[in-house]
């Protein structure tokens, strides 16, 4: 073997030595890229339609309503009770993809009544839901129409759990810590 070749293997060889061991595949055996389909107990789903997708430590939540665990819209004509209960089916799927209310990122608030007044008591019940601390970033867009006549508000979310066993610290208002 001439001395070019020798240099080339040594150096290939401390590379592969250099080389960080492959990643872990998170509990469960699933590996980080692949999606699990989220419902979580007492929030009504459309059969076949997940309240959220989880793909590694991202969690995407489907469009929330204001509907209870018999499927029943709430708080008819009242947008702050519709947005209590959108938030406390947020917060039921995101126990169920094992984070917690901390850990939602991004809400994006659709609203038939996108008055200041409105936006602001919506506004309220999220930051009431998820925390003051590092309230998520918000986006609220107006619209004409919701699955149901009645209903006022609707909101999805992007979460990013911080690890598989939850922080007491990011548990959200009204957990025992």
């Known amino acids: 073997m001439t001395k070019p070749h020798r240099t080339a293997i040594i150096i290939a060889v401390a590379l592969a030595a250099c080389t960080p061991p492959p990643r872990q595949l998170p509990s469960g055996g699933q590996s980080s890229n692949v999606s699990q389909r989220i419902t979580a ?3 009504p789903v459309l059969e076949g339609m997940p309240h959220a997708v989880r793909v590694g430590l991202t969690v995407h939540v489907a469009g929330m309503v204001p509907v209870d665990s018999a499927g029943r819209l709430v708080a008819a004509g009242d947008v702050r009770g ?3 209960q959108v938030m406390t089916n947020l917060v039921a799927v995101m126990r169920a993809a094992r984070g917690v209310p901390g850990d939602v ?3 994006t ?3 038939r009544d996108l008055s ?3 936006v602001s008591a919506v506004r309220a019940e999220v930051v009431a839901a998820l925390g003051e601390g590092t309230p998520p970033a918000m986006t609220f867009v ?3 129409a919701l699955p149901e006549p009645q209903m006022l508000v609707m909101i999805e979310a992007t979460a990013n759990l911080r690890s598989e066993l939850p922080d007491r610290t990011r548990m959200g208002p009204g957990v025992s810590r």
């Open 41 to 43: 107990p007492g929030v």
């Open 82 to 84: 519709q947005a209590r």
């Open 105 to 107: 990122t991004r809400v």
């Open 109 to 111: 608030i659709y609203l």
């Open 116 to 118: 200041p007044t409105t």
């Open 142 to 144: 107006g619209v004409t």
